[in-house]
């Protein structure tokens, strides 16, 4: 996977466990199948989070969109 995806990734998965979300309970917040959230937080998968996911996931953290992305671009 590539930087930007790994960060985002990254982000969604701090916020879960500060809210003490497991998978499922995001799964059915984000309205995907625990599986696909499995494989989006499992490095040997190419599953990853959309822009639509990453709206959602501001609305569920009641947080910014920004939020899950870098200050500056990761080159």
């Keep these: 996977m590539d930087a930007i995806n790994d960060f985002v990734i990254q ?3 701090e916020f ?8 499922a309970t995001l ?5 995907v199948s625990n599986a696909f959230l499995g494989q989006i937080e499992d490095p040997t998968h190419r599953a990853k ?3 639509t996911h990453i709206n959602k996931l501001a609305s ?3 947080c910014s969109p ?10």
């Design 11 to 13: 982000k969604v998965k």
């Design 16 to 23: 879960r466990t500060e809210r003490n979300f497991s998978q």
């Design 27 to 31: 799964a059915t917040k984000l309205g």
């Design 49 to 51: 989070y959309n822009l």
């Design 60 to 62: 569920i953290f009641d």
């Design 66 to 75: 920004k939020d899950f992305l870098p200050e500056k671009p990761i080159v």
